[in-house]
Nanobody, 125 residues
């Protein structure tokens, strides 16, 4: 079983920055891919960024390219989402997700086996 715990959300003004962290744990876990999703009120959950557990190139939604960066700390088993130039439309509940199977369609919610509880990001104008 894999546990994902997010941290780092909060309130920030437009143009500001935040970093979200996802701590991955579980005995003998086998993860192929980790991703960040977000869900705003009244909207569907959407893919933000993701990368393979092994060293690889990251993937980003068009709406965050050039502003967000996903990275992984291999020693600490954490996945970080650095968010710069935040906009009010980035306001959402952000989730960390992981899949033990691959290759996968990394943009689809159904591809992921494990989810964190979510952390709120609010960007004021």
């Amino acid at each position: 079983q894999v546990q994902l715990v997010e941290s780092g959300g909060g309130l920030v003004q437009a143009g500001g920055s935040l970093s979200l962290s996802c701590a991955v744990s579980g005995r003998g876990f086998n993860i192929y891919f980790t991703g960040w999703f977000r869900q705003a009120p009244g909207k569907e959950r959407e893919f933000v960024a993701g990368m393979r557990w092994a060293p690889s190139n990251p993937y980003y939604a068009d709406s965050v390219k050039g502003r967000f960066t996903i990275s992984r700390d291999y020693a600490k088993n954490t996945v970080t989402l650095r968010m710069n130039s935040l906009r009010p439309e980035d306001t959402a509940l952000y989730y960390c997700a992981a899949s033990s199977r691959g290759p996968l369609n990394w943009g689809r919610v159904a591809e992921y086996d494990y989810w964190g509880q979510g952390t709120q990001v609010t960007v004021s104008s």
